[in-house]
């Protein structure tokens, strides 16, 4: 066995009830505070980021196929595109696309008890389904109707805001060529997001409804939403989308194009989380440094002994790099277990809660990644023995001759 190491694993065990002792045990505290604090950032960045995206990719899918946009703003023109099912086929058999559907969107003016809304309403077809990330009450729509399906799904938001539930009937005004078009549907549902961008902006209802109001044939829609089973390849598929299967006047915008202000927003929540790790870790390397020039300067009269025996320099400062290894590894031990269980807990009881319309979400999300948890171990543990070098230079300025001239 390695004689510093041994001295070192020694001098933690035997120093129970001494001001030492003391010093050991805030050290673990501190660090252990300082890795879980970066363990709970991280869990809880990644969990907004992805519970966010989740959300938005429930409603808009992953990737648009629709008409190119000179102006860059991916906005949905007044012209129609063809309604190309072998294009649909060809886009489905693409690698991690689970599902293509076709939609149209225009302005409405949903009425009800004297209250108006202004919405986008998005007609989809009986293939359409919402991902994981909305929830639903109610039934989905009904498309048995011969002509159009006379009902609507709205959020609980406008719901609110209209004063109506499920069941109740609407009156939707479109504006045709300066002339108002009217007609009345059902709320046959209720969805919600928790994203303000989404659950104030949008109704759902049968295309065919938006087909007849714009007098479109049944070949004419506003272009296709793709969903994907992972959203990491959103940018692969959109390309190859654009390069492969698609031609003009229809391109491939992914949904991180059309919400780039969402997207960059969670970009700078990762910024944060990112000057809070640096700035825990500078925490816990100067809480390790102060605590073993404090262990160095309670045991010099260790150091001159050792020193007068003939023990160099060099395994002298190992035996204290060891000491300020294993208090880091039980610092990062002890992080990792108020880290993952208080997690666990916000997981399984969501005691954490948020004000949803400012931040899309009920309770705080978080979510694990293990890899990020491992990083985090591995680098405060290396940067803690690491940073210890200079402070163990202070053995050089201890002599023998003064510390032991009173033993």
């Not at 970066?38 to 980021?49: C, E, N, Q, S």
């Not at 009800?112 to 077809?125: I, N, P, R, T």
Request: hydrophobic fraction near 45%; charge should be neutral.
């Amino acid at each position: 066995m390695n004689l510093s190491f041994f001295i070192a694993r020694r001098y933690l065990v035997k120093q129970k009830g001494t001001f030492s002792s003391f010093i050991i045990k805030l050290s673990i505290a501190a660090t252990g505070l300082s890795v879980a604090v970066m363990i709970i950032a991280l869990a809880i960045v990644t969990g907004f980021k992805y519970s966010v995206t989740e959300k938005l990719y429930s409603f808009m899918g992953h990737v648009h196929l629709v008409p190119y946009d000179e102006t860059q703003s991916n906005t949905l023109g007044v012209k129609p595109v063809y309604y190309d099912r072998d294009l649909m086929a060809e886009v489905r058999k693409v690698r991690h696309v689970t599902a293509v559907s076709p939609f149209a969107q225009r302005p409405v003016i949903v009425q009800a008890h004297g209250q108006m809304e202004g919405l986008q309403l998005k007609g989809v077809d009986r293939n359409y389904r919402f991902l994981h990330g909305i929830t639903t009450t109610g039934a989905a729509i009904d498309y048995s109707d011969t002509f159009y399906s006379k009902q609507i799904l709205l959020s609980n938001t406008t719901a609110d805001r209209l004063n109506i539930n499920i069941g109740d009937t609407v009156q939707l005004d479109f504006v045709q060529d300066g002339t108002p078009r009217i007609r009345r549907v059902r709320v046959c549902g209720l969805y919600h997001s928790g994203m303000e961008e989404v659950d104030k902006v949008f109704g759902v209802c049968d295309l065919r409804l938006i087909q007849r109001i714009n007098g479109w044939p049944a070949d004419s829609i506003n272009g296709y939403q793709v969903d994907l089973d992972d959203q990491k390849y959103a940018d692969t598929v959109s390309s190859y989308i654009h390069y492969n299967l698609v031609n003009a006047p229809l391109e491939s915008y992914t949904t991180t194009e059309n919400y780039s202000f969402l997207f960059d927003w969670l970009d700078l929540q990762g910024t944060n989380s990112t000057i809070l790790l640096v700035i825990m870790s500078i925490v816990a390397i100067i809480n390790m440094g102060a605590a073993l020039v404090i262990l160095m300067v309670d045991r010099a009269t260790m150091i001159g002994l050792l020193k007068a025996l003939g023990m160099p320099f060099d395994a002298t400062r190992n035996i204290f790099l060891g000491i300020a290894g294993l208090i880091a590894a039980a610092g990062i031990a002890l992080g990792n277990v108020f880290a993952l269980g208080l997690c666990w807990l916000q997981l399984r009881f969501g005691f954490m809660t948020l004000p949803e319309e400012t931040y899309y979400m009920k309770y705080v999300p978080v979510k694990i990644i293990w890899w990020q948890v491992g990083l985090v171990d591995i680098v405060t543990l290396v940067l803690c023995v690491f940073c210890m070098w200079l402070p163990t230079l202070y053995i050089r300025r201890i002599q023998p001759v003064k510390v032991l001239q009173f033993k």
